[in-house]
């Protein structure tokens, strides 16, 4: 099992700036957080938490390489989760999880996350708290995003998951968000001079990072988040049309409104020296579309992870993809179901971004958020296990 101590947000920082022994101490002895005021018709003696799920102090001096490492990546339309272990400067991915649960539908209308989406929710968190369980993990964070930092009732939401599941879900600024993301892919960006382009599309906000490269990790020049995801921005566009030409004109609506939240960004990178447009997206609609581009007869995520994809390519299938029925689209390999309704509004912030930014070619990763906690984990852990090996040679002195 794990200590379940979210890292410091700065890289390369100690857990809590405390020592892996002194973090352990601190979270068994810290007092959990108050409760959120009860609301009308809640229960007044809510049941306890459940005991913390990882506390295993036997595997805590087993060496960092074989230790499991966790991210879970609680979005808008996902939950997702990654188990790994050190592989070398990388990692192998030993366990994974994803599951569809729209937490974020009718937030849009109410402001509130729904009892229906945090059920969903729930379901999909203690998929992942058994397997954190079982798989032994060390050391694990959890996030949440966008529906649950402007949701009403998210502190409520995020002491539920706490209560029913021990997950301590960590609600990022949409500023961490960003520098996650770019953790968790950059490698795939292509080789060139000048600032780059990193975008992830999620379910409920899209964050665009212009980024600089150089070191392990590329320098954030500025970024700017919007609240359109693909989720946000189809509810607010109303239900699909039954023509195409008014199909059309909702595509086009979308297109707007996010080309138009993006403005002052425009604007403040308008300056910048681009000798090599390279653009790199990291989202459902951009694999899902990549897959489209490839023909494949199903998904295949190492066909396209990492793929270089012509933007002209991309927004073609965008084009045809808005004005086709909903059934036209079920109908489409990798699309199904599950992202039919979904598909045209990623559709349409992936074309307003290349609008803003107009490279030739797109980059396409399948990793992300998950990845980039990983990689802070592992790589806090492995500097504090270097600290305490440089202290224990210390007090022991001269051999």
């Not at 410091?8 to 020592?19: F, K, P």
């Amino acid at each position: 099992m794990a200590d379940f101590i979210p890292p410091d947000r700065h890289e390369g920082a100690s857990i809590n700036g405390e020592s892996r022994p002194a973090a352990r101490k601190a979270a068994r002895n810290k007092k959990p957080p108050p409760r959120p005021s009860r609301q009308p018709g809640q229960a007044k003696n809510p049941s306890p938490a459940p005991p913390p799920l990882w506390s295993a102090p036997e595997v805590v001096d087993q060496p960092v390489n074989r230790q499991a490492y966790a991210a879970i990546d609680l979005g808008t339309n996902n939950c997702r989760l990654l188990i790994a272990r050190p592989s070398g400067e990388n990692f192998t991915v030993i366990d994974a999880f994803s599951r569809v649960v729209r937490l974020g539908e009718g937030l849009a209308q109410t402001g509130r996350l729904s009892e229906k989406a945090m059920d969903r929710a729930l379901a999909a968190l203690k998929v992942c708290a058994d397997k954190l369980t079982r798989r032994n993990v060390r050391l694990a964070r959890s996030v949440a995003t966008e529906a649950c930092r402007r949701a009403e009732n998210g502190d409520e939401f995020i002491e539920r998951v706490r209560q029913e599941t021990g997950i301590l879900l960590d609600v990022i600024t949409a500023q961490e968000e960003a520098r996650l993301a770019v953790l968790g892919c950059h490698i795939l960006l292509e080789e060139g001079t000048g600032p780059a382009m990193i975008f992830d599309i999620g379910g409920g906000s899209t964050e665009l990072v212009l980024i600089e490269q150089g070191g392990p990790v590329p320098s954030i020049l500025d970024w700017q988040s919007v609240p359109w995801g693909v989720v946000s921005l189809t509810e607010s566009c109303g239900d699909e049309a039954a023509t195409y030409e008014l199909r059309a004109a909702r595509y086009a609506q979308m297109r707007q409104l996010v080309f138009d939240s993006f403005l002052t960004f425009r604007e403040r990178i308008g300056s910048v020296e681009l000798p090599h447009l390279r653009l790199l997206g990291t989202s459902g609609t951009v694999t899902t579309l990549a897959s489209l581009h490839l023909d494949l007869p199903q998904y295949d995520r190492k066909a396209v992870d990492g793929l270089i994809v012509p933007a002209d390519s991309m927004r073609q299938i965008s084009q045809d993809l808005a004005t086709m029925s909903p059934e036209e689209r079920r109908a489409l390999p990798c699309i199904g179901n599950e992202r039919a309704d979904l598909v045209v509004a990623g559709c349409a912030i992936l074309e307003s971004i290349l609008d803003i930014w107009p490279a030739t070619r797109l980059g396409v990763a399948d990793r992300g958020i998950r990845e980039g906690i990983l990689r802070s984990l592992i790589t806090a852990d492995s500097e504090g296990e270097r600290s305490r090996q440089a202290l224990r040679r210390q007090k022991r002195g001269p051999a």
